[in-house]
């Protein structure tokens, strides 16, 4: 029982040994540019195998990656449900989509590479539907959505499309390079994650309440 215990505690240890270290190399490099073989030494592996004895392929790796965030996001986006329920404020849906995602950069410490590595991801058509398909399956994010949905004005539904996008994107890269400065150490307009969380809400409340254009 001690032997298999040891054993179990050994294989979680690599696991997470190769998943940290294709999470940074992937994000600073992006995820084709980086081999198993560079993921297997970063992380301490002499067998160049490991990646694919305990992952399979690269997109089964990339989603394994991002299944490590989606729990604790997940959590924080319960709480910020809780605290919105009910709201017919815009501002307060927004939240429940910015914050937790926010939040859970803050929690991670300093350098985090889960931003870049999304922003990453999403730049590739080949592995983006992961992290889409990983969003979908949260009950939470449905929720904010729907949330969002009740309380925003009447929208032509090219619009609200056009303006999803947009909003994915903005928080996508925006997290991305504020990450990234960090890790730099490169001054930022916004100090905390916090501070960013709140310039992005305010951009994004903007974005779905500005006016909109009929072209003719």
């Not at 709480?79 to 429940?96: E, K, Q």
């Not at 539907?129 to 990983?134: R, S």
């Not at 001054?187 to 409340?205: F, N, Q, S």
Request: hydrophobic share 45%.
């Amino acid at each position: 029982m001690a032997r298999r215990t040891a054993r179990a505690e050994q294989v979680n240890a690599t696991r997470e040994a190769i998943l940290t270290a294709a999470e940074r190399l992937f994000a600073e490099h992006g995820v084709y540019a980086v081999s198993n073989r560079q993921v297997s030494e970063a992380a301490g592996q002499g067998n160049n195998a490991a990646v694919g004895y305990h992952f399979g392929t690269k997109a089964d790796l990339v989603r394994a990656v991002a299944r490590r965030h989606t729990a604790r996001i997940e959590a924080l986006q319960e709480r910020a449900l809780s605290a919105a329920a009910g709201s017919t404020d815009v501002r307060d849906w927004v939240d429940c989509l910015v914050r937790p995602v926010t939040g859970h950069l803050a929690e991670l410490g300093s350098p985090t590479w889960y931003a870049r590595f999304c922003a990453q991801v999403m730049t590739d058509p080949a592995l983006h539907e992961i992290l889409v398909e990983e969003s979908l399956a949260s009950p939470a994010l449905r929720q904010a959505v729907e949330g969002l949905n009740r309380t925003l004005p009447e929208l032509p539904a090219e619009v609200r499309a056009e303006r999803g996008q947009m909003v994915r994107l903005l928080l996508l890269h925006t997290c991305a390079e504020q990450e990234r400065a960090v890790a730099e150490g490169t001054p930022t307009a916004r100090a905390t994650w916090g501070e960013v969380a709140t310039g992005l809400a305010d951009a994004i409340v903007g974005l779905w309440l500005a006016p909109v254009t009929r072209v003719r």
